[in-house]
């Protein structure tokens, strides 16, 4: 079992920037994909990143694409999610996910491991 937890979340004014942590409680992330989630109040869970467990492939959904980027440091057992040119409509409670798979994608499915979330609120 993969205990998984996010920080880093806050309130943030439209067009800042804010950075999302992920670390793993006793286990070390280096042989995982790993993915960044999203789920905003009455909406379904929906894909934002997704990195290899090498960081040498990441994915982005289109919404998020040139303005977020994701990033693993495998030494210091974390994986990031810099957010900049943040819009209100990326308010949401994000998750940090892991699968024990060399790559995962975007489908929630191909994860095993989540994160209790952190909430992102981007204010007008």
């Known amino acids: 079992q993969v205990a998984l937890v996010e920080s880093g979340g806050g309130l943030v004014q439209a067009g800042g920037s804010l950075r999302l942590s992920c670390t793993a409680s006793?286990?070390?992330?280096?042989?995982?994909?790993m993915g960044w989630f999203r789920q905003a109040p009455g909406k379904e869970r929906e894909f934002v990143a997704a990195i290899s467990w090498s960081g040498g492939i990441t994915y982005y959904a289109d919404s998020v694409k040139g303005r977020f980027t994701i990033s693993r440091d495998n030494a210091k057992n974390m994986v990031y999610l810099q957010m900049n040119s943040l819009k209100p409509e990326d308010t949401a409670v994000y998750y940090c996910?892991?699968?024990?798979?060399?790559?995962?994608?975007?489908?929630?499915?191909?994860?095993?491991?989540w994160g209790q979330g952190t909430q992102v609120t981007v204010s007008s």
């Open positions: 006793g286990r070390t992330l280096s042989s995982y994909a």
């Open positions: 996910a892991g699968s024990p798979d060399t790559y995962s994608g975007s489908h929630y499915s191909k994860y095993d491991y």
